[in-house]
């Protein structure tokens, strides 16, 4: 069965870029525009990993994280950041609200399917 991998960026040509990368390797993906669209679509779709931005509109990465990891069927969800960010500070703050990984922005197709192979088993 395909797994199904949320991606959130408030970019349409990343999410597109994201998408297009994971659904050529197999993958089923459910996209949103800001952390408060990922939200609303958790609650309808079965999703078993979620790659988000860390600077959106409305409600941002680090929120997204904290409020994903207080619904209890969302607690072990691998969450990957995929950002411009890459300070230690805002590592750790990832680290610290939740986040399983980490991928600075531009990056590598293969390198985003290693690490979700790597943390989707």
């Known amino acids: 069965m395909s797994?199904?991998?949320?991606?959130?960026?408030?970019?349409?040509?990343?999410?597109?870029?994201?998408?297009f990368t994971l659904k050529g390797a197999g993958y089923t993906v459910v996209e949103a525009v800001d952390g408060k669209d990922a939200l609303a679509k958790l609650k309808t779709n079965t999703v078993h990993m979620v790659?988000?931005?860390l600077?959106?509109?409305?409600?941002?990465?680090?929120?997204l994280i904290r409020a994903v990891r207080a619904i209890p069927s969302f607690k072990f969800i691998p969450i990957v950041m995929l950002t411009t960010?890459?300070?230690?500070?805002?590592?750790q703050e990832g680290k610290t609200a939740g986040a399983t990984g980490w991928i600075v922005k531009p990056f590598k197709p293969e390198q985003l399917l290693t690490v979700v192979k790597k943390v989707l088993g």
């Open 55 to 63: 600077n959106m509109p409305n409600l941002d990465g680090i929120g």
């Open 51 to 53: 790659i988000t931005d």
């Open 3 to 19: 797994k199904t991998i949320m991606t959130v960026d408030d970019s349409a040509s990343i999410r597109q870029m994201v998408s």
């Open 85 to 91: 960010e890459s300070q230690d500070t805002k590592k």
